[in-house]
């Protein structure tokens, strides 16, 4: 993992801090938009919260550049119609996280309770208003963060190919499960290897077929592990659900030292799922899983901040 923990610090600690500027700004209305905003921002400050002084040291500097990023580089933003305002002021070069206001016709094109705006002129991470438990908003947000900083920095090229955008999907769920041990005081991936331990499988194919198939007492050791509670949601359930799949292909691969292509084709495999319909007669313990996040994006450069979203939304 060095290589792509590298590629990111590099990136995270190439991004400048320039003076910020505050196009426009608009009113904060009194919706739940502005609970959603408190809650994945307290989240994610849960997250960084828990991250160490010596973070270089035990291989986190990464989720610590991530935390460097979000302050420096990306701000809130509205969505009125099809166009984005700014709730408080962020760069022209930077990215905005924007919480989709019920009833939007976004919505419905929205695969996911997060997902990178698919258009190329605005980097921005739009949030459905579903509910998610705090410490789980925080660890969704520096997935799609990771996604935010691969636009913002150009780590990841326009109209990337499907390894790189597998390499960006990489980085994500690294740090995702970067955070969410950090939270769980090793307990996760303790939870992660005994799991492992029981399956005695040989091949990242074989693991991604398994892990699909969680069980219900695999799930709950998992859920466990990580502090926050019961989902909140269906959608909470689906993403972490998602998450712990790509955990278990990203832990194989880092147990049995497996090259970076192998683990892409691990989660290309992962990717490739689709969520079995679930039926309350369906006894079945599938993994309900949500894999879909910051899917089919384009990655467009841009700097335009404030620019119609495009009207493929
Ligand atoms: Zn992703």
Redesign the pocket.
Known sequence: MDSRSKLIAFAVLVASCSSVRGPGGGAVSGDASAEFRALYDSGFNHIMAAVPDNAQSLGLSPLQGLGRFRTQRVAWAGMKGNAYYAIEPGRSDGGWLVIVPSGSDVLKSMKSTLEMDPGPTVAAVLIKQEKVSEVWAGLFLT??LS?LADRVLKVEPPNPTRAQFLM??LR?YDLELMGADLVSAGRLRQHLDAILDRWQLESVASVTERCVHLGPPELAALNDAVPGGDPQSAAEARLRGGFFAAALVLRFSERNRLPDETVLDGLDRLLAVEPEPRTSVDPRPNLPLDLT??MGRTLLGSDAPFARRSSAA
């Open positions: 997935h799609e996604h960006g999907e994500a996040a910051g």
